[in-house]
């Protein structure tokens, strides 16, 4: 069974930084494109960053281009996301998604969730 | 980057209504397009990928249409657990973009 487990969200001051994980099993991790999307409750949801199987290719929404940062971790089976340079608007539910199929390009696979409040 | 447009922003609408969402590109996207379920303190759920093909485990009153620029969802008959914010999104292209998001109120 698939699993996908964020942490890392907390309540930061604008400015700052952050560094989320996603912990994954049930699967193979080196094989799928991994991704974040946020979710603003009662706004919309927004795609974040992708990266391929084997981190060689990363891909940014406009918004965060500049300040956050993907990667991954083959031997923890771990996705991470680096945010810097924090501004309100990153303040969101942040979801890390796997790929329906290893040629798909659809997420199928969500974990719960972790939130990011930027505050001060 | 190819922007989507939904519509209705809400709804609502009785149990056993039908449905119709639509989901506009401002270019070709061929068939590249999901659409997804999103109920408060939930991830999202995906319901239709490739424009028109069920994921697996969805009940089948929904439905998606169309190819191009312009989608649909469909919600056959309503039932009250379809209370949810509705997306879409192109896989097209980087950088993925979603629909603003369709709210239904029974």
């Known amino acids: 069974e698939v699993q996908l487990l964020e942490s890392g969200g907390d309540l930061v001051q604008p400015g700052g930084s952050l560094r989320l994980s996603c912990a994954a099993s049930g699967f193979n991790f080196s094989d799928f494109v991994m991704s974040w999307v946020r979710h603003v409750p009662g706004k919309g949801l927004e795609w974040v960053s992708s990266i391929n199987g084997i981190g060689s290719n990363t891909y940014y929404a406009d918004s965060v281009k500049g300040r956050f940062a993907i990667s991954r971790d083959k031997s923890t089976e771990t996705l991470f996301l680096q945010m810097n340079s924090l501004t309100v608007d990153d303040t969101a539910v942040y979801y890390c998604?796997?790929?329906?199929?290893?040629?798909?390009?659809?997420?199928?696979?969500w974990g719960q969730g972790t939130l990011v409040t930027v505050s001060s | 980057a190819i922007q989507l447009t939904q519509s209705p922003s809400s709804l609502s609408a009785f149990v056993g209504d039908r449905v119709i969402i639509t989901c506009r590109a401002s270019q070709g996207i061929s068939t590249s397009l999901a659409w997804f379920q999103v109920k408060p303190r939930n991830p999202p759920r995906l319901l239709i990928y490739d424009a028109t093909t069920l994921e697996t485990g969805v009940p089948s009153r929904f439905s998606g249409s169309g190819s191009g620029a312009h989608f649909t969802l469909t919600i056959a008959s309503l039932k009250s657990e379809d209370l949810a914010t509705y997306f879409c999104q192109q896989c097209d292209s980087y950088p993925l973009t979603f629909g603003g998001g369709t709210k239904v109120e029974i």
């Open positions: 998604a796997r790929r329906k199929g290893v040629w798909s390009p659809y997420s199928a696979h």
